[in-house]
């Protein structure tokens, strides 16, 4: 799936769905949330923090869409075409990273 049928599937179930979008302010808000559960899992299960029982059963894979799920919300509001953000990005990165990393001794095996 591209990044654009993606936010156009996202705002096609907030229509059908979810009534309305939720202001930019409690999206970001739900974000940091999202990303916290997120946080949660890499921590305890590959962190050195031991995984409860009840974080055992957690899916990462979900709760990383749910990351873009409100990442994608918040683009669509703004009017953010994150297909296109995304190349100018790698692009960016590119131009200014492209020996960066190959010549940083702590990356190498």
Excluded: P
């Amino acid at each position: 799936m591209k990044v654009s049928e993606a936010q156009k599937q996202v705002d096609d179930w907030i229509k059908q769905y979810g009534v309305k979008y939720f202001s930019e302010l409690t999206n970001m808000a739900m974000l940091t949330e999202e990303v916290g559960e997120v946080a949660r899992i890499i921590a305890r299960r590959y962190g050195e923090q031991s995984e409860k029982e009840s974080d055992k059963n957690k899916d990462l894979g979900d709760e990383l869409a749910d990351v873009l799920f409100v990442l994608i919300c918040l683009a669509n509001q703004t009017g953010i075409d994150l297909e296109e953000a995304l190349k100018k990005n790698l692009d960016k990165k590119t131009n200014r990273d492209s020996e960066r990393h190959i010549n940083n001794d702590k990356l190498k095996s």
